[in-house]
């Protein structure tokens, strides 16, 4: 007696079971991905072009759900604090506790402790090579921060309403770290992109932060729909192919 048909049943049942195993799979990373998201990202529109041009107004963005222990130099943050309007707000962090913050030096630029920063963020629109066409700011400022508070400056100087609006309140314009809500990871629409981390204030106490999950989560979903549109693909597959090796073999015993 062949035993063609008993093999074709065997690749159909084991190819059914890899086809339920790569669906059932695929949907825990999609519907896992998602919810991680959920629980760590919180949507935001971005009402002006403070932030221009890391994120323009009306941008959506991914913000990460910290708090102030996780705030960096160089970070884009949103934050609620009612000195500024008990509304929430985005933008950089330059500088944090004990931070003398100062503007500017000869060539323009942003000190931090005396030390100058490079902001590569404010020349994004510049041609490659090109020299920031203005000063890091449009009057000159010194602040020192107070320890837990941090000061912000929006990406676009010369419209930006920040710290430099509140140097004449207490604390010189720096807000609370429990103020700080959360922190921009990636614009969602109408581009999508990842906000980086500048370099230029790696080389301070406390470095910079590092980058959030935005981009496994996402690993994730995509892993998920592959094997769950794979798997859905696959069954169908391994049951002609099932049929088939029946089909094939003898008519009779002999």
């Known amino acids: ?3 063609t048909g008993r093999t074709g049943d065997g690749h159909g049942r084991l190819g059914n079971a890899l086809s339920s195993l790569a669906v059932a799979v695929g949907c825990v990373l999609f519907l896992g ?3 991680w998201g959920a629980v760590v990202y919180k949507p935001y529109t971005v009402p002006t072009a403070s932030m221009s041009p890391t994120v323009n107004a009306g941008d959506r963005v991914l913000a990460e759900r910290i708090d102030g222990a996780d705030v960096r130099r160089g970070d884009v ?4 604090d009612s000195v500024w309007g008990n509304q929430p707000m985005v933008k950089r962090v330059v500088g944090v506790g004990g931070d003398k913050v100062a503007c500017c030096d000869a060539e323009g630029r942003l000190t931090i402790n005396g030390e100058p920063v490079e902001e ?3 020349q994004a629109q510049l041609p490659a090579g090109g020299q920031a066409a203005a000063p890091a700011a449009q009057q000159d400022f010194t602040a020192v921060v107070p320890k837990g508070q941090v000061f912000l400056l929006g990406d676009e100087r010369s419209t930006s309403l920040d710290s430099r609006v509140h140097l004449e309140d207490p604390g010189q314009g720096s807000v609370p770290l429990s103020a700080v809500q959360a922190r921009l990871d990636a614009v969602a629409w109408p581009s999508q992109s990842l906000i980086e981390r500048p370099e230029s204030f790696a080389g301070l106490p406390g470095g910079i ?7 496994l989560q996402l690993g994730a979903v995509v892993v998920g729909v592959v094997l769950i549109l794979g798997g859905a ?3 169908p597959i391994a049951a002609r192919a099932s049929r088939r090796g029946r089909t094939t073999g003898p008519a009779s015993a002999r």
């Open 1 to 3: 007696m062949s035993g």
């Open 77 to 80: 943050v949103v934050f609620t």
């Open 120 to 122: 590569p963020y404010l």
């Open 233 to 235: 693909a696959a069954g």
């Open 209 to 215: 932060s590092a980058g959030g999950p935005l981009p």
């Open 33 to 35: 991905g998602f919810a």
